[in-house]
């Protein structure tokens, strides 16, 4: 046993490509973060913790993590509680994964957000950010002239 020393006659444990007698293998082992049981044989790790996989559960529905997983505050979630947890776009109903707008109230994806602008009454071109209005004509400060 490479913690003890005592002679290994017949079954043994490896951990790290080194031989260990139970005792020493059990004192050594990772422990499950939920169970606090031996993890021994396929295991799931997640940051520094180790897990069963019957024990890595999603926190709103409690199904086994078998695939992608998610994280909030220290829980685990499944991929469809995480999508079925995203704001969504009132236009289209695509999930907002990235930056959206918010407008009026509603959440919009970029594509819908800059299909909903204004075109500059002078140049023609998609007035975002700072503009100018007067009666329903929208311009960009730098296209708006008295003249």
Known sequence: CTECGIVLVARFN???????????????????????????????K?????????CMKCSVCDAELTGTYFTSGNKFICEKDYKD???????????????????????LCEKDYKNQLSSCSYCNKTVEGKLLKLSERVFHPDCFNCA
């Open 85 to 107: 947890s995203l704001e969504k776009c009132d236009v289209c109903g695509d999930h907002l994964t990235g930056n959206f707008y918010k407008v009026e109230g509603a959440n």
């Open 46 to 54: 997640s940051g520094d913790k180790y897990f069963h996989t019957y």
């Open 14 to 44: 490896a951990k790290d490509g080194q031989p260990f007698c139970d005792k020493c293998y059990e004192d050594t082992a990772e422990r499950c973060h939920v169970c606090e049981g031996l993890v021994v044989g396929d295991s799931l």
